[in-house]
Each structure stands twice: as structure tokens, then as C-alpha cells.
């Protein structure tokens, strides 16, 4: 059987905000786009006792047998949801871990989707949110890679037909703990996005927006401080923004020119970072 090919795309916080805390998780509200960077993950059915996930490419290093993936499989088996279905799963990684763009999250989300809309996996629209959120609490916003803001209230409104933003996606050559950065946030916002309009996405709005997690970030790292502040100098983007608890920081552009001349100018400044040229999807 020939392995299906999906596109499993990087997501991008364009604004983000914490606007309280339940039990243990922050309750969060964001305005959020996708990159046309993409890892790719080939799927089909195999004759075997057991699932096998195969991660490759040049994020694959640090991924551990226990993943969003493997994860998800686990929890449709012990609910009884596979029919004895065992999956080959290969993902050839291209966005980075630990940078704040959702790639593992993005994976699992991808993959459940893929599984419901084959109709190998029945759930209804509650039970997709479920899992979803046993997962990690961003996979559900994978499940449509659409424009799309998540209120207060952990509900999602997705938007189309929207101008697509040039994007100059920059990671340092460390990571940032999701954990680390969430347990310092002391202070809430008030929630701004509980009514989703289609204009929250205009550039000079956004531009007055912020990602409340940043201070948190940049004041750790000095780095990440050295490489906004260099962004903010070039080619005059509209505005320049951690996305997610980081470590990636994202420059965004109105022309595919100002976001290549960036990306040159930044790879002769920071030759052993990784940096790539995108735009929203």
C-alpha cells in the first residue's frame, strides 16, 4: 500500500495574551496564522503487532519514542477506536522543536485528521476536542489550517480569503521550556479577542499587539534580546514578535523582496543560526 502524503504546517502566534490561570493551565487567547513551512508525514496501513514511527530530517534529533504522535495512538487504542489498525508513520522533520511554532503538536493534529476524514476513526466533533486537548491544548488548532482566533473561552473561529503576510522565521541554536516560560507568568490580561472579527488580522492592528510570554523570554535570554532588536533594523518590517513561549522570533513582511533581503542580511550576521524565508498560508 502506497503511503498517503500530508502537509503538516508551522503555526504562528501573532498575538498572544494570558488572561487567567485553571487548576494548573493558563488560559490563553490568541490570533493565529500558518507558514507555508511544513513538515511531511507519509501514512499507511501495515500488517504488524505494532505502530511504527519513524521520525527523519533535520529536526528529528531530539524527538523521543514518546511523542505527540505516539501519544495520540495510544489514546485511540485504549479507546477502542482503531479496529486493530496498526500505521507505518514516517515525519520528516522541518520545523525546529522547542521554538514555539507547534510542530509536534501540529503532527498529532494533522494525523487525527487525517484518520477522522478517512472515516478509520469515528468521533464526533466533541470527542475530536477531547483527545485534542489530551494531547497538548494547541493540536486542536491544527485540525484546520486556517487563520484563526482562540478566545478566552477556548473557542476557535477560523477565517479565509485573507492577504497572505511574508514571514522571516529566525531560531537560535537553543530551545525554550514551554513549562519554564508559563510558571513565571505573574501577571493577566484583560481578553481582547472574545469577539473574532476579520480585522483583528489587519497589519496596523496587529502591530499594536503583543505576546504577553516575550518579556519573559527575552529578559532570560540576552540572544534572543541581540536578534529582535536586529530584525526590528532591517528592511522595515511591520512589526517583529516571539511566537508561542519561543525560542523562534518571527519578522513579518508586506513584500517576498523586504523578507529575502532580511534573511540575507541576517544570515551574514548570525552565520550558525537557522532561519527561513515563509509566508502564511
Known amino acids: 500500500m502506497t503511503a498517503t502524503k500530508i502537509k503538516s504546517f508551522a503555526k504562528l502566534n501573532l498575538a498572544l495574551n494570558i488572561v487567567g490561570k485553571k487548576s494548573s493551565l493558563h488560559r490563553i487567547e490568541s490570533i493565529v496564522a500558518f507558514a507555508s513551512l511544513h513538515d511531511e508525514i507519509f501514512i499507511k496501513k501495515i500488517k504488524s503487532k505494532k505502530h511504527k514511527i519513524i521520525f527523519t530530517g533535520k529536526f528529528s534529533k531530539d524527538i523521543n519514542k514518546e511523542n505527540t504522535i505516539s501519544k495520540l495512538l495510544k489514546i485511540l487504542e485504549k479507546k477502542k477506536l482503531l479496529s486493530n489498525y496498526k500505521f507505518y508513520i514516517k515525519i ?5 522543536n522547542k521554538a514555539g511554532l507547534g510542530g509536534g503538536s501540529m503532527n498529532a493534529a494533522s494525523v487525527l485528521k487525517y484518520l477522522t476524514q478517512k472515516k478509520i476513526v469515528k468521533l464526533s466533533k466533541k470527542e475530536i476536542e477531547k483527545i485534542s486537548n489530551l494531547i497538548g491544548s494547541d493540536v486542536i488548532l491544527g485540525l484546520n489550517f486556517k487563520n484563526s482566533i482562540l478566545n478566552s473561552n477556548n473557542q476557535i473561529r477560523h477565517f ?23 510558571s513565571k507568568v505573574k501577571e493577566f490580561s484583560k481578553p481582547k479577542f472574545d469577539e473574532p472579527k476579520k480585522k483583528l488580522f489587519n497589519l496596523n492592528y496587529l502591530k499594536k499587539m503583543k505576546n504577553s510570554l516575550e518579556p519573559i523570554v527575552l529578559e532570560k535570554f540576552s540572544k534572543l534580546r541581540a536578534i529582535k532588536f536586529f530584525l526590528e533594523n532591517l528592511s522595515t518590517p511591520v512589526f517583529v514578535r516571539m511566537t508561542g513561549s519561543g525560542s523562534a522570533i518571527v519578522a513579518y513582511f508586506q513584500t517576498k523582496q523586504r523578507c529575502y533581503k532580511a534573511k540575507e542580511m541576517f544570515n551574514r550576521k548570525f552565520k550558525n543560526y537557522w532561519c527561513i524565508a515563509s509566508k502564511t498560508i
Open 92 to 96: 520528516n522533520k522541518k520545523i525546529p
Open 160 to 182: 479565509t480569503h485573507y492577504k497572505k503576510i511574508h514571514v522571516l522565521i529566525v531560531k537560535p541554536n537553543f530551545g525554550c521550556s514551554t513549562k519554564y516560560v508559563y
